[in-house]
Nanobody, 124 residues
Framework: QVQLVESGGGLVQSGGSLRLSCAASGRTFSSYAMGWFRQAPGKERELVATISWSGENTYCADSVKGRFTISRDNAKNTVYLQMNSLKPEDTAVYYC?????????????????WGQGTQVTVSS
């Protein structure tokens, strides 16, 4: 079993920043890729960013590219999502997820463990 616990969400004004953290336990964190997803009310869950096991390879969705950065600290079993220049359309519940593969992947089916989510609300 893998446990993922997100933190760092909250309410922020448009243009502000937040840093999300996801602490993992239960298996070898450093062997697997990680991802951040989000889901807004009435919308499907979408990938925000993904990072390979080593942290060398990352991918960000076009909607957040240049504003969000994913990183990881394998010594702390933690993955981060730095979110800058936030917009009201970034409002959603953000989830971290652990993949079944070591490489960064955009394929939803490759993520088999999920956190409980943290709410991010951006006011205009």
């Amino acid at each position: 079993q893998v446990q993922l616990v997100e933190s760092g969400g909250g309410l922020v004004q448009s243009g502000g920043s937040l840093r999300l953290s996801c602490a993992a336990s239960g298996r070898t964190f450093s062997s697997y890729a990680m991802g951040w997803f989000r889901q807004a009310p009435g919308k499907e869950r979408e990938l925000v960013a993904t990072i390979s096991w080593s942290g060398e390879n990352t991918y960000c969705a076009d909607s957040v590219k240049g504003r969000f950065t994913i990183s990881r600290d394998n010594a702390k079993n933690t993955v981060y999502l730095q979110m800058n220049s936030l917009k009201p359309e970034d409002t959603a519940v953000y989830y971290c997820a652990s993949a079944t593969v070591p490489f960064a992947t955009t394929v939803l089916m490759r993520y088999n463990y999920w956190g409980q989510g943290t709410q991010v609300t951006v006011s205009s």
